[in-house]
């Protein structure tokens, strides 16, 4: 099992920057990658972006990229999401997730643990 627990939401105006953090413990070993995911009111969970922990490669969903980064602390073993420019259409509560396989990264359905997610509300 692995155990991952988010902070960083809040609320914010448009064009400000909030910074998510997300420390992983338990059986962390078997992870490939983390990632970011987002679910707003009524819509699907989407992917936001994912970063793998030994190469530290990067991918974003074009909806967020040149926004937001992604980042990771290996010894902490925790990963970042630092948010700027934000829109009020990236309202949403946010899920890291973490993922033990090599499937297709945009499909929430490929990773194994999750954590309860943390709100981020961007006010116009």
């Known amino acids: 099992q692995v155990q991952l627990v988010e902070s960083g939401g809040g609320l914010v105006q448009a064009g400000g920057s909030l910074r998510l953090s997300c420390a992983a413990s338990g059986r962390t070993f078997s992870s490939v990658a983390m990632g970011w995911f987002r679910q707003a009111p009524g819509k699907e969970r989407e992917f936001v972006a994912r970063?793998?922990?030994?190469?530290?490669?990067?991918y974003y969903a074009d909806s967020v990229k040149g926004r937001f980064t992604i980042s990771r602390d290996n010894a902490k073993i925790t990963v970042y999401l630092q948010m700027n420019s934000l829109k009020p259409e990236d309202t949403a509560i946010y899920y890291c997730?973490?993922?033990?396989?090599?499937?297709?990264?945009?499909?929430?359905?490929?990773?194994?643990?999750w954590g309860q997610g943390t709100q981020v509300t961007v006010s116009s």
């Open positions: 997730a973490v993922t033990t396989n090599e499937r297709p990264y945009r499909d929430y359905s490929n990773y194994d643990y």
């Open positions: 970063i793998t922990w030994s190469s530290g490669w990067t």
